[in-house]
């Protein structure tokens, strides 16, 4: 338990002074609470040794108040030191979450799921948030509370107080038995949860497959099943709770009756004054209450704990490793040598080496699967290389800062992801700080302009989430008037694949063409016409390099590329051809 305690405290970062006065808030309103007791002692005293008067009254009121007023203060600012801990600690954690998932390798994305970080930003630090200050107070509090009045019993009558103290201390082991069952029950939440939501996501996400091959309704059983799950796991932790609140507060309500017993042979044995016998009769039925409300706390305190422990887990993955050199790179030559690289176990590329000079174009080409993707990833340090070493103007790229390496760096993907945002706020991407009428400029040379002006909103069009708006070729267009306003000198290209329109596909071309100009281009190209016109074409395959050279040269070979390049004739020429009938 007071690990758990010590979890809480050293996660609770910056906001630590704000819980220490939360809890000191609670000890306080403790001292005000048992405070009301001496109104009654006052008047019990009056009522059995002296006699009533006004005056007698008007103290035992004024204490009354005074404990009340004390009360009411101390809680609104325990309170309001637990809503601030609870909000600024969770919303700390959730900006380092962000700035730290930008460090770490893309490798950590294949280990941590989409299903699992979403869980982790929103379930688990609204739990840190809303539960972990209350908790804290409670439990703290709520035992403070009691310690208050047992130790005030403790005063009158020695034996009374130990009856309380043996009952205080049975309450707490059948309290940490219980904490210690809610842990295994508390990890299977977590993951329940972390299961509900993947399947969330990925029924979102996958909308139209599920549409299309019906399996929406009764059909969709993995979403059902995380949900039943979700349902069972939650009614399992109240069934497991139950009984040992039962038995909570059997043990409090035995303590009860035996200090009453105690009180009563005491008085009648003269030992305790009839004050004193009757005000801890009236005490007992309220000295528990703070012990009972941390009891039942205890529970959550695990489901806390495990939202804290996955936290903790992503913030201690490893970042990625950054260099030094700050200097703007100058010379984009770009070498790979002898370069092995693994997802996982699984080897993808093999001692590959390549010179791609500055300023020239390089197509990739390969069939589906030989590593193409994982060749241009390494230049960008999504992933490190297991060997060898990737230079950028004649230094290791792991000796760039990763700001200065993605500073010369544009990627546009196949698979364009757009903000749900402006247009303008999705091209400024490239250059945040950018003016509208360069961001203007740079979709009039990705040639996108037009298409935009033609919306109700123009620039203003916010864009549904991942573009759902926009057709295939729109979205790329886009990217590339993000790519052209960040103007960097190496630029990553992965062609679309998808069957674009003539009339987008000449436009694409021109914006390619636009972006593209005196560059350093690798190209993971799927077009004839794009592929002609490199300066060097590297063949992959099985993650190898087993042709390069110039279109003309590698034809020649009869090999791999002047394979590849026969079919990927004959599948445009059956695509002209369709065209052509459905034309004519
Ligand atoms: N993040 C990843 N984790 C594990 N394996 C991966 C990952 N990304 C790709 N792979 C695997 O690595 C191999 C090479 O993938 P890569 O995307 O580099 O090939 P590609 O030549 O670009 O393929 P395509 O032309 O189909 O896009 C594939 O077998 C793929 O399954």
């Known amino acids: 338990m007071i690990n758990v305690f010590r979890k809480i405290w050293l996660f609770s970062g910056k906001e630590k002074g704000n819980l220490k006065k939360s809890i000191f808030a609670a000890f306080i309103h403790a001292v005000f609470n048992a405070f009301q007791f001496v109104a009654i002692y006052y008047m019990l005293e009056c009522l059995f040794i002296s006699k009533i008067s006004t005056k007698n009254i008007i103290i035992a009121f004024v204490i009354l108040m005074i404990s009340l007023l004390g009360k009411i203060v101390t809680q609104n600012i325990s309170q309001m030191k637990q809503t601030h801990a609870g909000y600024f600690m969770a919303a700390d954690k959730r900006i380092e979450l962000g700035e730290k998932i930008k460090k770490v390798p893309m490798g950590f994305f294949n280990s941590f799921s989409l299903g699992k970080l979403t869980t982790l930003a929103t379930t688990n630090l609204t739990q840190i948030e809303s539960w972990i200050p209350v908790l804290l107070v409670n439990v703290l509090g709520g035992f403070l509370n009691t310690c208050v009045f047992v130790l005030a019993i403790f005063l009158i009558n020695i034996y009374i107080g130990l009856t309380a103290l043996v009952g205080m201390t049975v309450f707490l082991m059948v309290t940490s038995l219980m904490e210690k069952r809610s842990r295994k029950n508390a990890t299977d939440m977590a993951n329940i949860q972390t299961c509900l939501t993947k399947n969330v996501l990925s029924t979102l996400q ?273 990217s590339i008037a993000r790519a052209m306003l960040k103007d960097a000198d190496i630029i990553i290209f992965d062609e679309a694949t998808a069957n674009i329109d003539p009339e987008n596909e000449d436009k694409l071309k021109e914006a390619i063409e636009s972006l593209t100009k005196n560059k350093t281009v690798i190209m993971i190209a799927h077009r004839l016409k794009t592929i002609r016109n490199a300066d060097q074409i590297l063949v992959l395959k099985d993650g190898e390099i087993v042709e390069r050279g110039g279109h003309e040269e590698l034809i020649k070979n009869n090999g791999l590329y002047s394979d590849l390049i026969n079919a990927k004739a004959k599948a445009e020429s059956w695509k002209l051809s369709n065209k052509y009938r459905i034309e004519l």
């Open 206 to 478: 996958g909308m139209q497959v599920i549409k299309s091959y019906n399996l929406g309704g009764e059909n969709n059983k993995n979403l059902d099943d995380a949900i039943d799950n979700s349902y069972k796991t939650t009614l399992a932790l109240e069934k497991m709770v139950i009984p040992y609140t039962v038995v909570q507060r059997i043990v409090i309500g035995l303590t009860i009756v035996a200090m009453l017993f105690v009180s009563i042979r005491f008085n009648i044995s003269d030992n305790l004054i009839i004050t004193d016998a009757v005000m801890i009769m009236i005490a007992s039925f309220t000295i528990f209450e703070g012990l009972i409300g941390a009891g039942s706390n205890m529970a959550i305190l695990r489901i806390a704990e495990n939202a804290i422990d996955s936290y903790e887990y992503v913030n201690q993955m490893p970042i990625l490793k950054e260099g030094s050199i700050t200097e703007p790179i100058k010379n984009h030559n770009i070498a790979f040598k002898n370069v092995s690289f693994s997802y996982d176990d699984r080897p993808i590329l093999k001692n590959v080496s390549a010179e791609i000079k500055e300023n020239t174009m390089t197509a990739i080409v390969g069939p589906s699967g030989s590593g193409k993707t994982t060749f241009c990833s390494l230049i960008a340090r999504f992933w490190d290389v297991n060997s060898g070493e990737i230079l950028i103007g004649g230094k290791n790229i792991k000796d760039y800062k990763i700001e200065n390496l993605m500073n010369s760096i544009s990627m546009v993907f196949q698979d364009v992801y757009l903000f749900e945002d402006t247009i303008e706020n999705n091209i400024k991407f490239g250059k945040q700080n950018a003016s509208h009428e360069e961001v203007v400029e740079a979709a009039k040379k990705a040639r996108c302009h037009e298409f935009i002006e033609a919306l109700p909103e123009g620039y203003d069009t916010i864009i549904g989430e991942g573009g759902a708006s926009l057709s295939g070729g729109e979205k790329q267009r886009i």
